[in-house]
DNA sequence: CAAAAAATGTAGAACGTTATACATAGAACG
DNA sequence: CGTTCTATGTATAACGTTCTACATTTTTTG
């Protein structure tokens, strides 16, 4: 092994004038040969590769920001405690894992300021695209950061984007699959758990799950049961309104709750009040969460595979980077798995899986 | 609001060029005010900060990497699902929140190539400080960063880390807090799940839970009873380890357990064996996770607060960003939350806590 | 073989900011 | 008032890479 070269800076950091040096050409043949750009024969490949490795040379991330790519690939999340964020992160990762590229997370909350902000900083730090995770913004904001970064939005259901890319689970279907999967087990009085009007648009996906339950609720012919019950977003009123729900004397039979979220918290709060589920009251979730899965939660839910998401939504973002311009708009399909909570059929001590088709726009 | 000005980039950025001949003074002049630097005048002050404003300008974050700072905190993870990182990444934010900084998240394995190629990669970023949290890296590694980049490592605990910092939960006590709290409810039969021989070293929590444990055991005169049962980290030999443990004809009649990931997941086996807890076995946690609260699970579990953590981490940081270069270890209180899975005194269905005193070096 | 075309490697500027040297203006002092 | 000291703002180079124009070498063609 060489000893560190004298053209290293005063930091002690291995530049590409080191390299350079080291191998004996110019600073732009090893630019070149970094690029994989074309007109680079493979003796100097192999001078500059050997001087590469044999330096440790690593170029700067943030040099390569002012005039080419960082190779840097933001994750912008408005909410930590996604449940459903470890498998979008692991899918993501799988895909990156081989390349140049990094993701980098930066963490939000759901206000347009702080959002904003957010991706103004990733655009700041140059970073090549942005997958931003069930973002809530106005699609016109998105779509006015889209035009300066490639951006993916998943779990953002806007069917009129036109310079960005969506990756969703297909969110009606969702919800239809839970209530039919009620409606299978002789369930008539099926009610809907909702997030409350901060989320009043069509993009949202809980916008969706309600179309979608309310849709299925149709077809099957039960459109006077149509029930929905909107719980605020906000701490302590949240679990309030949960519990308001359970003390309904007109308490619909069973119910499907747009988050496993809030599922579990009214799981709960039902056994706190002698409220047996499946016998009392009949619940599916959304998101399949780890705790639900838990056999003392035992929670029946929807779910829509993160890891795909994270997976689909990596590669959509990369052909934009690399320079496609027709919008995509991706949808996986929701499955359900059965668990105790849903009822009716015996033998449901372990989860269980009915599948849908997926598509792609 | 005036136009965009006619020396922005071909891309349309505003650079600090803009700002500089729409406020009619030296790009050096600006720079001086945007670091606060000496030598600036109030009325140069103003113009330029209007500048700014009728412009949006924004520093470009890559730029500053060659020359200045990037005002950017790297938080390097190794298990995106730890339960306690939501709190610890609510602390890291709300402290910076004010400032120009922002917190950049990257997620790796717990292998070392993998976390050492991370940090590189945040290094390239020129990042200006790290906060690792829970590294599996050896000492000599996180040391020769240290060398480059300032860093506080959470969840580590090395008594000889000289160039960088550490702020941990006191883990020892913690475990000791467990055992006390058992032995006062009268059990005397009181095992400790570890988690296997891959953590084999001092500067591991669960090494450090485990050294508690055993002193606690002794201190209270049950050395000869001390019960360590290793399980191993890869599934699924995990999960039939912890279902060994279940089956054994001497298992203990109380166990802590190093994590609640682990605990949980023994409460559900136990619930499925038919082994009531607490009345056959009393179980306390690690982590006072979300998923430990809910009366479903009701599991007993020492708290770090992952918030707490997270602040002092970043201010930690932000201090030996600033310049400091002795050693700083900080170490907070556990606290044991009592719920039901603790046993022995009736009225348990709500979560309470016992605290303990907190220190610095 | 000569001319044309293609491939190769270099020189130099660009990217957007920071840091430093220093010229100059203004303030303080005798 | 002249000299010295301090504060201010500018000119310029540095930071580490990418990109482009173009000189030169090599290959292809007639």
């Given at each position: 092994?060489?000893?560190?070269?004298?053209?290293?800076?005063?930091?002690?950091?291995?530049?590409?004038?080191?390299?350079?040096a080291?191998?004996?050409?110019?600073?732009?043949?090893?630019?070149?040969?970094?690029?994989?750009?074309?007109?680079?024969?493979?003796?100097?490949?192999?001078?500059?590769?050997?001087?590469?490795?044999a330096?440790g040379?690593?170029?700067?991330?943030?040099?390569?920001?002012?005039?080419?790519?960082?190779?840097?690939?933001?994750?912008l999340?408005?909410?930590?405690?996604?449940?459903?964020?470890?498998?979008?992160i692991?899918?993501?990762?799988?895909?990156?894992?081989?390349?140049?590229?990094?993701?980098?997370?930066?963490?939000?909350?759901?206000r347009?300021?702080?959002?904003?902000?957010?991706?103004?900083?990733?655009?700041?730090?140059?970073?090549?695209?942005?997958?931003?995770?069930?973002?809530?913004?106005?699609?016109?904001?998105?779509?006015?950061?889209?035009?300066?970064?490639?951006?993916?939005?998943?779990?953002?259901?806007?069917?009129?984007?036109?310079?960005?890319?969506?990756?969703?689970?297909?969110?009606?279907?969702?919800?239809?699959?839970?209530?039919?999967?009620?409606?299978?087990?002789?369930?008539?009085?099926?009610?809907?758990?909702?997030?409350?009007?901060?989320?009043?648009?069509?993009?949202?996906?809980?916008?969706?799950?309600?179309?979608?339950?309310?849709?299925?609720?149709?077809?099957?012919?039960?459109?006077?049961?149509?029930?929905?019950?909107?719980?605020?977003?906000?701490?302590?009123?949240?679990?309030?309104?949960?519990?308001?729900?359970?003390l309904?004397?007109?308490?619909?039979?069973?119910?499907?709750?747009?988050?496993?979220?809030?599922?579990?918290?009214?799981?709960?709060m039902?056994?706190?009040?002698?409220?047996?589920?499946?016998?009392?009251?009949?619940?599916?979730?959304?998101?399949?969460?780890?705790t639900?899965?838990?056999?003392?939660?035992?929670?029946?839910?929807?779910?829509?595979?993160?890891?795909?998401?994270?997976?689909?939504?990596?590669?959509?973002l990369?052909?934009?980077?690399?320079?496609?311009?027709?919008?995509?708009?991706?949808?996986?399909?929701?499955?359900?798995?059965?668990?105790?909570s849903l009822?009716?059929?015996?033998?449901?001590?372990?989860?269980?899986?009915?599948?849908?088709?997926?598509?792609?726009?």
């Amino acid at each position: 092994m060489l000893e560190r070269d004298e053209t290293a800076t005063t930091s002690g950091r291995v530049t590409i004038r080191t390299v350079a040096a080291h191998a004996g050409v110019s600073v732009a043949a090893v630019s070149k040969v970094l690029r994989n750009a074309y007109g680079v024969s493979e003796a100097l490949r192999g001078k500059v590769e050997a001087a590469i490795e044999a330096l440790g040379y690593r170029p700067s991330r943030a040099a390569r920001g002012l005039r080419g790519r960082t190779f840097t690939i933001g994750l912008l999340l408005v909410d930590i405690r996604n449940p459903f964020l470890p498998e979008i992160i692991d899918g993501v990762n799988g895909i990156l894992a081989p390349s140049h590229y990094r993701a980098m997370i930066g963490v939000s909350e759901a206000r347009i300021q702080l959002e904003t902000s957010l991706i103004e900083s990733m655009i700041d730090y140059k970073m090549d695209g942005l997958i931003l995770i069930a973002p809530r913004l106005p699609s016109e904001i998105i779509a006015r950061f889209a035009a300066q970064i490639p951006i993916v939005a998943i779990g953002y259901h806007d069917p009129d984007a036109k310079n960005f890319d969506t990756v969703n689970c297909n969110d009606q279907r969702g919800a239809a699959v839970a209530v039919e999967a009620f409606i299978e087990r002789g369930y008539r009085k099926i009610g809907m758990l909702t997030l409350g009007s901060r989320e009043g648009h069509r993009v949202s996906v809980v916008r969706q799950r309600e179309i979608g339950y309310s849709e299925a609720m149709q077809m099957a012919g039960l459109g006077e049961a149509i029930d929905i019950h909107s719980i605020p977003v906000a701490s302590p009123v949240r679990e309030e309104s949960l519990k308001a729900f359970l003390l309904r004397p007109d308490r619909p039979e069973a119910v499907f709750c747009w988050s496993d979220l809030d599922a579990i918290t009214l799981l709960n709060m039902a056994a706190e009040m002698g409220i047996r589920v499946p016998e009392d009251l009949a619940v599916i979730g959304y998101d399949n969460s780890p705790t639900a899965a838990l056999s003392l939660v035992n929670l029946a839910s929807i779910d829509q595979s993160g890891h795909a998401l994270g997976v689909l939504a990596t590669e959509t973002l990369l052909s934009r980077i690399e320079g496609r311009e027709t919008h995509l708009a991706h949808s996986t399909a929701p499955s359900l798995i059965t668990r105790r909570s849903l009822g009716r059929i015996a033998g449901l001590e372990t989860g269980s899986r009915t599948t849908q088709n997926s598509s792609s726009q």
